[in-house]
């Protein structure tokens, strides 16, 4: 109806514009010329209006019949809408996360192994977990582009703002060979299978220890990735990107790039209700100081309080006669850990410099026994890493030099502090893996198990590996909400167990990204 | 390490190599989404094409994994056959992203979904995700028209023929075929469906729309109030006592949807659930485009036949 509106006035505005601007023309010809163009005109017009006459009675015809049609079964919805401004808007969406969590144990450094800020246990109690906001769109016709924003919040603090990913792809527009694709930018890149999934998919509310102390929950560098689907009846996929090396495995990228990766995948179906995927995966480059976010190794909130610390010793010690003892607590903790080998604390502690080489290897299997993964489904998965890594590990350390001097009311301690720093040449060799089996056994509920390992460095002298066992349970009233449980028994250091619940929601609002396998 | 991710990548490129099919004769390779949309390729290129269903007909093809032999698929297609209408929008993007097929993207001829080629119904007048799982386009269910696949069936053909021009009158010659056979049924399904013209129905979700309105039926009541949340208890009472009022034949069913919410119904009026084929493979009788309909006009009059 529009178009044969908009015809209708075309026509009109074409006929005025004609009989303004041909007859100007014409006077400055002969006249006998002149005479022809107003005949011409005149022809002109009697064609025009013959033309509206039959538009409008076709308009009108129109307007009968499409008010039938409208009568008949259109919604409101169905007539023509202009398109408003806002129809190129990026796809939009936020994801809502919220925790209570409690744990036994104050502590959750896992000694041997450095972790950094990301991978940290939630804060303790009510806290607004990890939130996220999301734009997508296709640029144009050749490329795709995204932007994630990560709003860390830890209670008390002003929130973080992260650009999790930042993010160009090529479409298939652009002309590479079929079954290519280049991505550059920041983005969860293409590792084992958690790495480039959003945290907030996970079948878990933490990541598994190997994640946790190799990655830092997930490496998004800044970089450029590329990869290619053959053309083969089996599913596979091969790939390999350059980083930036300033996300954890490494880091302080002294040369840029200061990373690379390679990967390879093959999947396939069995039977037409299960489906597979394994993969194999490289990682590699150089750390120039990395260390796990200072010390973080210590657990998030004593680290608050590090520098703090630092700072009033002076103060505090004045007054306080017991700061003797305190300190002598202190060392002699550091002398229990190193019963073999002084060196845990290198790994856990210090800045590590040099080569660092991550493997991995990955699978996942579905299955649906209905083929309906929205009724019910079992889906196991695994991955095992190996690190390996070979540099110097630097320690700072303070050394407090304290004389007792008396005084009128008693005794007045003075202390300096000195740092010193310690350096060693280690092989930081060490691996982890994880396996875990989730299943949904009614449409909106799932439960799971995860058991995940680690191997501490060789040099690291310690004869306990950390492992974390997790159960879960879940709701889901539908994709876009998750009400989750989880127990965690973390035994991450000698002999102690942390006993950690988590109860969180994760829900997530407007465009919801298409699920990957 | 830099020589271990060459073998890697080595070996990929050699298992590959070994799962390359030898393939023949230049077949073009069709991925449909739908066993439906399959079953019309075999249809119209028998011969020339070879045809992968992504889903099977007891699978709700709204909620389908991305799995990665479906991404192998996309990566070989010529051509992508689907309902389009968002009915696959959980799954198919990743799936084109991924496989990166110039041929099967939007707007190439290798890009065939049926809802741009026929007239949608029920086209949300708001759309808002407290109403669940709403296709902002219209009702993406249109295979049940039968209408509708012989629209699709020329379509598909055009497409065929843009695609394989050397085999484009096979093309042309099966889809005469085709509608030739599928005129004659319809016909008969006509028919058979004037003497089920005003037979109420509730049906478990909106995926019957097309059907109801061809063969004339009277929809009274849906289990899902809400399209794709799983009705609660306050739902079912509620169309318990629509049902009640009303003087309804049968409680449809597809082999995909789940039991409960229809058994419960029935249970408390007596209505017997009819589950139908919904598509091709729904039902072992259902093996065709033919059967699908024949099957389906079958259990409808077993249903409306019973006093």
């Known amino acids: 109806m529009r178009i044969i509106n908009q015809s209708a006035t075309f026509t009109l505005v074409a006929a005025a514009l004609l009989a303004i601007v041909i007859p100007a023309h014409g006077q400055s010809t002969g006249s006998s010329a002149a005479s022809d163009l107003a005949t011409e005109i005149e022809a002109l017009r009697n064609e025009y209006e013959a033309r509206l006459k039959a538009l409008e009675s076709q308009l009108s015809a129109l307007k009968v019949e499409s008010r039938a049609a409208e009568e008949q079964a259109a919604t409101p919805a169905q007539r023509a809408k202009p398109a408003p401004d806002n129809v190129f808007n990026p796809a939009i969406s936020a994801v809502l996360n919220g925790m209570f969590t409690n744990y036994s144990r104050e502590d959750s450094a896992i000694p041997g192994f450095q972790t950094g800020h990301e991978s940290e246990r939630a804060a303790e109690g009510l806290s607004l977990g990890h939130s996220e906001i999301t734009l997508s769109s296709n640029i144009d016709d050749k490329f795709q582009g995204g932007l994630t924003l990560g709003l860390g919040v830890h209670p008390g603090e002003p929130a973080e703002l992260e650009i999790e990913e930042a993010y160009i792809r090529t479409l298939p527009g652009l002309g590479l060979p079929d079954g290519m694709r280049l991505q550059a930018g920041r983005a969860l890149w293409t590792f084992g299978y958690l790495n480039e999934l959003h945290a907030h998919g996970d079948d878990f509310s933490d990541r598994p220890l190997p994640y946790r102390v190799f990655l830092d929950n997930a490496f998004n560098d800044d970089g450029i990735e590329f990869s290619a689907v053959l053309p083969s009846e089996l599913y596979s996929e091969i790939g390999g990107g350059l980083f930036r090396g300033d996300d954890i495995p490494f880091g302080g990228s002294e040369r840029s790039p200061g990373a690379w990766s390679a990967f390879a995948r093959l999947g396939g179906d069995i039977g037409s209700n299960s489906a597979w995927r394994v993969g194999g995966d490289l990682l590699g480059g150089r750390a120039h100081g990395r260390g796990g976010g200072d ?220 699920h990957t396998f | 390490m830099k020589r271990l991710a060459l073998a890697a990548a080595l070996a990929a490129g050699g298992l590959t190599g070994i799962a390359l099919p030898a393939t023949g004769a230049a077949e073009v390779r069709v991925l449909a989404c739908e066993p439906e949309w399959a079953a019309l390729a075999e249809e119209i290129g028998a011969g020339n094409v070879t045809v992968h269903s992504a889903t099977h007909g007891r699978q709700d093809p709204h909620h389908i994994r991305a799995r990665p032999s479906l991404i192998a698929q996309v990566r ?46 029920g086209r949300p007048e708001v759309v808002d995700r407290s109403l669940g799982d709403i296709h902002p386009s219209g009702n993406p269910h249109v295979h049940l028209d039968p209408e509708n696949v012989a629209l699709l069936a020329s379509e598909l053909a055009r497409r065929l023929e843009r695609i394989d021009s050397a085999n484009a009158v096979a093309y042309r010659e099966r889809l005469a075929s085709f509608l030739d056979r599928w005129n004659d049924a319809m016909a008969r399904w006509r028919e058979r469906a004037s003497r089920l013209r005003g037979m109420q129905v509730v049906v478990h979700h909106k995926a019957w729309a097309y059907l109801i309105r061809w063969a004339g039926l009277e929809r009274v009541a849906a289990l899902e109030r809400i399209s794709g949340i799983p009705p609660t208890v306050a739902d079912l009472k509620n169309v318990l006592e629509r049902a009640s009022g009303a003087h309804v034949k049968a409680i449809i069913r597809a082999p995909h949807e789940p039991t409960d919410a229809s058994s419960w119904l029935a249970e408390r009026t007596g209505i017997p659930v009819v589950e139908l084929p919904y598509t091709v493979g729904g039902q072992r009788e259902a093996h065709d485009l033919f059967a699908l309909f024949e099957v389906t006009f079958a259990l409808l009059e077993e249903a409306n036949d019973r006093p």
């Not at chain 2, 097929?101 to 119904?121: I, K, T, W």
């Open chain 2, 76 to 121: 070989r297609a010529d051509l992508l056959f689907c309902s389009g209408a968002d009915l696959e929008v959980g799954w198919l993007p990743v799936l084109m992203q991924r496989g990166a097929r110039m041929e099967v993207q939007p707007g190439q001829a290798g890009n065939l979904m049926a809802a741009d080629h026929v007239e949608l119904l």
């Open chain 1, 295 to 514: 010390g973080h190794a210590h657990g998030h909130e004593e680290d608050e309080a590090h520098d703090d610390d630092a700072a009033h010793e002076e103060d505090e010690h004045h007054e306080d006669d017991e700061a003797f003892a305190h300190m002598d607590d202190d060392h002699e903790e550091h002398e229990e850990h190193g019963h073999h080998d002084d060196h845990a604390e290198f790994f856990s502690d210090g800045m590590f410099s040099g080569d660092s080489r991550l493997f991995g290897v990955d699978f996942r299997y579905t299955l649906a026994p209905t083929g309906n993964a929205r009724e019910r489904e079992l889906i196991l998965q695994g991955e095992y890493f190996l690190r390996k890594e070979r540099g110097t590990y630097a320690i700072e350390e303070e050394h407090q030099e304290c004389t007792t001097v008396p005084e009128d009311d008693g005794f007045h301690t003075e202390c300096e502090v000195h740092t010193d720093e310690r350096a060693e040449t280690l092989d930081g060799t060490s691996s982890g893996w994880y396996l875990q089996g989730v299943y949904k056994f009614a449409p909106r509920l799932r439960v799971g198990a995860r058991y995940s390992r680690l191997a501490s460095p060789r040099d690291a002298g310690l004869d306990h590996d950390p492992s974390a066992l997790a159960l879960m349970f879940d709701w889901s009233n539908s994709e876009f909400s998750r009400v989750r449980l989880q127990y965690n028994r973390e035994s991450l250091g000698d002999g102690e167990h942390d006993d950690q619940i988590m109860l969180q929601y994760i829900m997530s609002l407007g465009a919801h990204a298409a």
